[in-house]
């Protein structure tokens, strides 16, 4: 399985992204049947969880992004999605996606910078 992760960039805080995790290598079946989750790592400090979706739907967020981040997933598309609004700058990192199945695969990460 190779998670292809895109959409970061430079946004001004108060500012939104959409991060797009596109899965291959995997049958649609299989992508299904997987939990879904985003990370971010910033700078010296370790990875941490942001969000995650089930294959039901259902969602948890940490704290830090609840009411901003939203994740969800098109199984057609095998891809999976975080809306981020109200972009802080501490919302800066190196963001992940990660598929669960029988093992956890990752991402190579995608680049978010939150200007003050």
């Known amino acids: 399985v190779q998670l292809q992760a895109s959409g970061g960039g430079l946004v001004q805080t108060g500012g939104s992204l959409r991060l797009s995790c596109a899965a291959s290598?995997?049958?649609?079946?299989?992508?299904?049947?997987?939990?879904l989750a985003w990370y971010r790592q910033a700078p010296g400090k370790e990875r941490e969880f942001i969000a995650r979706i089930t294959t039901s739907g259902t969602t948890d967020y940490a704290d830090s992004v609840k009411g901003r981040f939203t994740i969800s997933r098109d199984n057609a598309q095998n891809t999976v999605y975080l809306q981020m609004n109200n972009l802080r700058p501490e919302d800066s990192a190196i963001y992940y996606c990660s598929l669960v199945l029988s093992n956890e695969f990752w991402g190579q990460g995608t680049l978010v910078t939150v200007s003050s």
């Open positions: 290598g995997t049958s649609g079946v299989i992508f299904r049947l997987a939990t």
